[in-house]
């Protein structure tokens, strides 16, 4: 119901003007004005007239100032900060990190840009606090643009990509752009607004199978096989979040597996990859040297680490990278390999008990999806730096040397911030009616019966 009444628009306006997230005042103003409506026509069934009655629901509401200042307590918006600090100590890690290897190993070893580490941290930093203030809840109505965005996106890389080791990337001044990474998250974040929907449509299982082949394929085809698990475990988790039948979602889950491992067993690549891993010591001369120097290196760790070493460098490729944590542990020991799986526990393991805070349908699976996304990359570099996974070209979060990865990550920090800011509210954007019975003022209920 609309605010036909100036007593009443005054009040709400009122109650607003002491609350400082305006994305709430919408839904404060109408249930307000609901309840002023109520208690209205109550005093009007007793007699009173048209503006004593509403002078009178006014007078029962209490006053505006005390109810806004209250409202303003629970909407109030404050980033999650223990995910904040976590995130915080680990990119600071990251960074001390790779600035000491700059200066201690050769360039031409190293490979590693003190500008390229200043422009994508900062970038990262700018663009999670400008997300942070940015209401989540319109990237929900574009989620099928997002979606064919993504698409676009895949189809440009493979038409003019630029290929490094066989995978394409678009390169601008030496910066490599991990297009591929950027469209599987735009998948996962498109998906949280549309897979919800597709349960009231027909034939919505071969809607769910389609989409996620449509997404699989075209992730195949950039050769980016990490990506292709992030984002299947990712949509696996959405659906049984959202509650579709298990018996499908199993059913589902082995036809996909069955796929995945049919497509790596028939690659020469992955084939080869896997025989490495189970036998490097069989094929350290060969297809097997680099899980062989993973293990001599970790072998050979000690507490508090043997310091930063040239000749890691020429034994292990892309320690600055994929290999970084498998470095940390050697150069610095096993106590800061500790400190850093503990960071990222006590980061994951907060994520996931917030979620259940989060009152916005949309919001809650958007934060579940990133902070799976997020487990699931810290999970696949860790068994891949102790040498407990066959060698995928991936990086860890906020940790390793990577652009696009660190920049990524950071805006997916600043969304999960936007929307942990925003917990409190319940309405979508993409209606007018709100998608749960508001109780805002239930506190009031009492007080303001006749």
């Known amino acids: 119901m609309g605010i036909k009444h100036t007593a009443f628009k005054k009040y709400t306006d009122e109650v607003c003007s002491q609350i400082k997230c305006k994305e709430v005042h919408s839904e404060i103003k109408e249930e307000l004005t609901n309840h002023l409506e109520e208690i209205k026509e109550e005093y009007i069934m007793q007699g009173a007239s048209l503006e004593e009655a509403e002078r009178q629901a006014v007078a029962h509401m209490g006053d505006s100032e005390k109810i806004g ?237 043997k310091g930063v070493s040239v000749e890691a460098f020429k034994l292990l490729p892309s320690i600055t990278s994929t290999f970084t944590i498998c470095y940390i542990i050697y150069a610095f020991g096993w106590a800061a390999g500790i400190l850093i799986f503990s960071l990222v526990l006590i980061l994951l393991v907060n994520l996931f008990i917030k979620i259940k805070f989060i009152k916005n349908n949309y919001g809650k699976t958007l934060f579940l999806s990133i902070s799976a996304l997020f487990a699931f990359e810290f999970l696949q570099s860790i068994l891949l730096n102790l040498n407990l996974s066959s060698i995928l070209s991936i990086t860890t979060p906020f940790i390793s040397y990577s652009g696009t990865s660190t920049l990524i990550n950071m805006l997916l920090i600043g969304l999960i911030n936007s929307i942990y800011a925003r917990k409190n509210l319940h309405n979508s954007l993409q209606s007018k009616e709100p998608r749960f019975e508001l109780n805002l003022f239930s506190r009031y209920n009492k007080k303001s019966k006749v």
């Open 69 to 305: 200042f209250d409202l303003d307590k629970i909407y109030r918006k404050r980033p999650e900060y223990r995910t904040l600090i976590v995130t915080c100590i680990l990119v600071t890690l990251g960074i001390l990190v790779q600035l000491i290897i700059s200066k201690n190993i050769p360039y031409n070893l190293a490979h590693i840009s003190f500008a390229h580490i200043f422009i994508s941290n900062i970038l990262g930093i700018i663009c999670a606090a400008g997300l942070y203030f940015f209401d989540y809840r319109k990237i929900e109505i574009h989620s099928k643009e997002l979606f064919v965005f993504a698409n676009i996106l895949i189809i440009f890389l493979l038409a003019f990509g630029t290929p490094v080791n066989g995978v394409k990337f678009f390169i601008f001044f030496n910066f490599r752009l991990d297009i591929a990474f950027i469209a599987t998250i735009l998948y996962i974040i498109s998906l949280c607004g549309i897979l919800p929907k597709l349960r009231t449509t027909k034939y919505y299982k071969i809607k769910i199978v389609s989409i996620y082949a449509l997404c699989a394929f075209l992730i195949l085809l950039t050769k980016n096989f990490p990506y292709i698990i992030f984002f299947t475990l990712v949509f696996l988790v959405m659906l049984v979040y959202l509650g579709y039948s298990k018996k499908y979602i199993l059913a589902f889950s082995l036809i996909i597996f069955f796929a995945l491992f049919c497509h790596a067993f028939t690659s020469v690549q992955y084939r080869y990859k896997l025989t490495s891993f189970i036998n490097y010591n069989q094929f350290k001369d060969n297809i097997g040297y680099i899980n062989y120097e993973i293990h001599e290196l970790l072998s050979s760790a000690t507490l508090f680490g």
